[in-house]
Each structure stands twice: as structure tokens, then as C-alpha cells.
């Protein structure tokens, strides 16, 4: 499996943006890149994920490299309730055997008020 | 909306004794997986099932056994309970088990073993 590189911890102030780094250097032509977090005391919840092309949504932005070896995924103004482990994890499109999520060594996000 | 259900929140249980968890998923969703979170760990996969067929086996020792009903629930029953079993046990569930289809994980059943 392609392995996830993130820094172990980062830390924000409230209301400004916050930009987590992941680096991919193995990805396949086939990894989907998936972001969760898992807030304390509570099951991981799902982010964003993309294949190429940058995404959007309601809670933050993926940006890929153009050659898709990193990504960063992007909190455009940082809350209290943004703290949290951040985990960058690939999916293989191509895996039919039922798609497991493997979590690798998140970053842990502080958000100072 | 609807979520993840899991029951029961929090089990306590001796050494050797035996332990079922159970996990409700999102309506209309047939997949379902289950990860255990060790004290200070990260989450790891279990098992998973797709329409009530065990699609994916990771890390899930022999003593423990699992299976999806015809109404989408799952157990997880765990035999001969060990110290090292106490952890976090989530369900999620999908839409199918595509890899690019999100997954959402219930609150988790805390489980003690003493």
C-alpha cells in the first residue's frame, strides 16, 4: 500500500487559515486521496477527498500537486472545534476487496482562541 | 439525519469472558466496517461486509468473529477476552464499497476488559 506522510502536530490561532501538509511520494495512478479527522472522544469523520483536479466543500479545500506526490488540505478560518487528528489516507480505486481506510500517523491540530 | 448506531456505549468485562457489539448503519447503506482504536492509537481495520458477505479481513484476531444480518446490522462477538482487547470499537458504513464513497463512523462502544 502507498504510504502518508503528515507532520506529526501544527498548531493554528482561531479564524485564520490553516494549511496541512501530506506527502504521497508512492501514490498509484489509481489513489484516491481522502482526508479524515477525529475530534476527541469521538469516531473519525470524513473531510474531503480528490483524485486530481483541487476540491472544494463546505468544510475545506484539497489542493493536489500537479505530479499528486503531496496534497495539503486547507481550513480557510480555523474554529475551536477544528481540533483535532487529521488523517491523509489513499484509497485504491482499483481495490474491490471492500475498500478498508487505513489510518497512518495523523497530524494533530491545536487551535490556540 | 440519521447516523451510525452502536450499542452498547460502554462494556466492562472480565478477562475470558465474551463480548458482542453491535452497529446499526446509516439506512440504505449495505457496507459495513469495524475498527478497533487502542489507548493512544490510531485506528485500525477489523472487517468489513458488503451485503452481508465478508468483503475485507485486516487485523482481527482469530477469537473474534463477525457477520451483517439481512437488515444491514452487524455484531462483532469477541471471545476469550484479553487485557490488550480494552480499546475504542467504531462501526462505519458506505453506500457500497467503493473506494472513493466516504464512510461514517458511529460514536464507538468503549470497551473495559478488567
Known amino acids: 500500500d502507498a504510504k502518508t506522510t503528515q507532520p506529526n502536530s501544527m498548531e493554528s490561532n482561531e479564524e485564520e487559515p490553516v494549511h496541512l501538509p501530506c506527502n504521497h511520494s508512492?501514490?498509484?495512478?489509481?489513489?484516491?486521496i481522502h482526508w479524515y479527522r477525529q475530534l476527541p472522544s469521538q469516531g473519525p469523520e470524513y473531510v474531503i477527498h480528490?483524485?486530481?483536479s483541487n476540491v472544494n466543500n463546505r468544510m475545506a479545500s484539497l489542493a493536489i500537486a500537479e505530479d499528486r506526490k503531496s496534497s495539503t488540505l486547507i481550513l480557510h478560518r480555523a474554529t475551536l472545534r477544528d481540533a483535532a487528528v487529521y488523517y491523509c489516507?489513499?484509497?485504491?480505486?482499483?481495490?474491490?476487496?471492500?475498500?478498508?481506510?487505513?489510518f497512518g500517523e495523523g497530524t494533530q491540530l491545536t487551535v490556540n482562541p | 439525519a440519521a447516523g451510525v448506531i452502536q450499542s452498547p456505549r460502554h462494556l466492562i468485562k472480565e478477562k475470558r469472558e465474551t463480548a458482542t457489539l453491535k452497529c446499526y448503519p446509516i439506512?440504505?447503506?449495505?457496507?459495513v466496517y469495524w475498527y478497533q482504536q487502542g489507548p493512544g492509537q490510531d485506528p485500525q481495520f477489523l472487517i468489513s461486509?458488503?451485503?452481508?458477505?465478508?468483503?475485507d479481513k485486516g487485523s482481527i484476531p482469530d477469537r473474534f468473529s463477525a457477520q451483517q444480518f439481512s437488515d444491514y446490522h452487524s455484531e462483532l462477538n469477541m471471545s476469550s477476552l484479553e487485557l490488550g482487547d480494552s480499546a475504542l470499537y467504531f462501526c462505519?458504513?458506505?453506500?457500497?464499497?467503493?473506494?472513493?464513497?466516504?464512510?461514517?463512523f458511529g460514536p464507538g462502544t468503549r470497551l473495559t476488559v478488567l
Open positions: 480528490g483524485l486530481t
Open positions: 489516507i489513499l484509497r485504491d480505486v482499483g481495490e474491490t476487496s471492500g475498500s478498508r481506510l487505513t
Open positions: 462505519a458504513s458506505s453506500w457500497d464499497r467503493s473506494s472513493y464513497n466516504e464512510q461514517f
Open positions: 439506512p440504505r447503506h449495505d457496507t
Open positions: 461486509f458488503y451485503e452481508k458477505m465478508q468483503s
Open positions: 508512492t501514490i498509484s495512478g489509481t489513489d484516491y
